[in-house]
């Protein structure tokens, strides 16, 4: 069974592939060799805190667009006189 930590990752256009040096992993948009020499080399550690900063990133963003939606929702139940407002 092959170790799956020499396997490359594939998100869509998104690679991570290890490189010959076991603790670095290098990131490229692409599989041509002009997008593998231009891509990102980092350490495992440094990849997982990226990731966390993405998800905290996704986590904010979807806070803020629940709050604008809720704002919406109780703004334009307050234009009709006839609609109870959700958030009073």
Known sequence: MPD??????????FHLAPTPD???W???AGDDAEALASGVTAG???WV???QRVLQADAWWRENEARGDAWDE????ARDATA????R
């Open 4 to 13: 799956p930590r020499a396997l490359r990752i594939d998100v869509g256009p």
């Open 22 to 24: 076991a603790g670095t």
């Open 26 to 28: 290098t990131a490229s």
């Open 44 to 46: 495992w550690p440094e």
């Open 49 to 51: 805190a990226l990731a």
């Open 74 to 77: 109780g703004f334009a139940s």
């Open 84 to 87: 109870v407002n959700p958030y």
